[in-house]
């Protein structure tokens, strides 16, 4: 029973362009959502977050977008960079603990 | 701050065998995760303790996995006996609130 879903398990973006990438999740209880990135051989690294309360949160390129009524949300990546080649993991919280989903495997290319 | 410390990096051990991966948490940080990577699963949280004390096991596969955290300081977590499908990467985290997680690198366990 997955509750946090990454449907695309890779994307390929060519540098400077928008990277989109997708996560849908299950339980409504969820107050809080979080992104991860991750390179090789070294553990997850917090990226951006947003409270159910909003619906947009901005940190310089990345911008994470949250539509509770469909239980999705995004993260965009503007413009996209060659270091931004990472895995990224959605996650999500309504207790204590973090619940991720199964990431996307970004590549960004010259 | 050294940051989460996991050891070992890597470990390669036969079917049937016992294997403990070990946690430092950051000093401070009351809140302490395990997470297994795979990749039809994603991170897989398998249980997690609040100032020592085991909260959640509910993610643990099965009863050869166990976790202990003996003091604020350490932690392990052990699979006995080991299985193939047991291989993936372990990570650990902690956290001192319900969002500041850090994890370490990780361990990366193949049975053989």
């Known amino acids: 029973d997955q509750q946090v879903k990454q449907n695309s398990p890779s994307l390929s973006v060519q540098e400077g362009r928008i990277s989109i990438l997708n996560c849908d999740y299950t339980n409504s209880m969820f107050d809080y959502f979080l992104w991860y990135k991750k390179y090789p051989a070294e553990g997850p690294t917090f990226l951006i977050s947003i409270s159910s309360i909003k619906d947009k949160n901005e940190d310089g390129r990345f911008t994470v977008f949250l539509n509770k009524s469909a239980k999705h949300l995004s993260l965009h990546i503007v413009p996209s960079q060659p270091g931004d080649s990472a895995v990224y993991f959605c996650?999500?919280?309504?207790?204590?603990?973090?619940?991720f989903g199964t990431g996307t495997r970004l590549q960004v290319f010259p | 701050d050294a940051g989460v410390i996991q050891s070992p990096r890597h470990e390669v051990t036969e079917m049937g065998q016992e294997v403990t991966l070990r946690c430092k948490p950051i000093s401070g940080h009351n809140s302490l995760f395990w997470y297994r990577q795979t990749m039809m699963r994603g991170l897989e949280l398998l249980i997690y303790f609040n100032n020592n004390v085991p909260i959640d096991d509910s993610g643990m596969p099965e009863d050869r996995f166990s976790a202990k955290m003996p003091n604020a300081s350490f932690s392990t977590l052990k699979i006995q006996p080991s299985e193939p499908r047991d291989s993936a990467v372990y990570f650990c985290?902690?956290?001192?609130?319900?969002?500041?997680?850090?994890f370490g690198s990780g361990t990366r366990l193949t049975v053989v």
């Open positions: 985290a902690s956290s001192p609130s319900a969002y500041g997680y850090t």
């Open positions: 996650a999500a919280s309504y207790t204590d603990k973090l619940i």
